[in-house]
């Protein structure tokens, strides 16, 4: 799975073979395809368990109320992409069309969801608010963001600040009164200091 992974942050997705692949895993080309069926399934399970381990290392670091939460959820997820950036841009248009396979759903499912949840549970969100369709939103946000910042122009510095605006923007007409407030200061805050456009061109 890292060699997957490796292999698609190194030639990108599109340039990757089957035949690459099985020899990375020193397996023959027909195993591969006998266990996973395609490419594409494939590199989703390197994706997966890619994702399984940063939910657990989120895990520990997530204390707070529900918006607290969410917004260290989006912070900590900017840190991965940042970390591995080769690979985050390779992989960004796969997110777009086929999240389900590429588990990006249960991600959001196992943490975003969770977060809204508990912000229901905490009245920081109207009861009315439905969890499963605002959690949905949220990743299909975030995915364009990933997808503004692969195709530069958004600036490594500014992904995270435009990922908790899309994050904001989503909660902001879903919050009582009691932490509007709060989030329409961070959202103005944000705003004050961001800025699109591409990265700038390195001299010489």
Known sequence: MKATLDLVAE????AVTVDELAAAGLVTKKTLYDIYGSKQAVVAQAVALRLDMLIESFGEQLEGDG??????????TCEAVLQTPELSRALAPR????AEEFHLTAFFERLHRRAIILMKAERQVHAWVDVDFT???MMFDQIAVQNMWAGRNIRDDQYPGF???????IVTPLARATV????VEEVRRLQAGLSFGPEPAADG
């Open 135 to 137: 959690a949905r939103s």
């Open 11 to 14: 030639r990108g997705y599109d």
């Open 95 to 98: 997110l777009v069309s086929s």
């Open 163 to 169: 990922a908790l605006l899309g994050a904001l923007r």
């Open 67 to 76: 918006l607290t939460r969410l917004l260290t959820i989006v912070r900590k």
């Open 180 to 183: 509007r407030k709060e989030i």
